[in-house]
């Protein structure tokens, strides 16, 4: 399974991450599985709109959570 999140560091991504929306990330990770042809019955599923918890650092700047984003599959 792979999973991410909104937050990412420019000098740890390839240039197309950061030219693409989330959900075109998804995609990417998607495509990049499939083509290695190891894994079979692929699925992707995003997580958004959760609250933040009260003890987050950031709950008086943002109502909700970071979405999680996540990719997997079975290996052949």
């Known amino acids: 399974m792979n ?3 909104e937050r990412w560091f420019s000098p740890k991504v390839i240039t197309l991450w950061e030219e693409l929306h989330s959900f075109e990330r998804m995609g990417l990770v998607l495509e990049c599985m499939r083509k290695t042809g190891r894994f079979l019955d692929l ?3 995003s997580i958004r709109g959760d609250i933040r918890p009260s ?3 950031y709950a008086g700047v943002k ?3 970071d979405p999680i984003f996540a990719v997997w599959g079975k290996r052949k």
Do not use: G, L, R, V
């Open 3 to 5: 999973t991410f999140s």
């Open 43 to 45: 699925h992707t599923e």
């Open 55 to 57: 003890d987050d650092k």
């Open 63 to 65: 109502a909700d959570s």
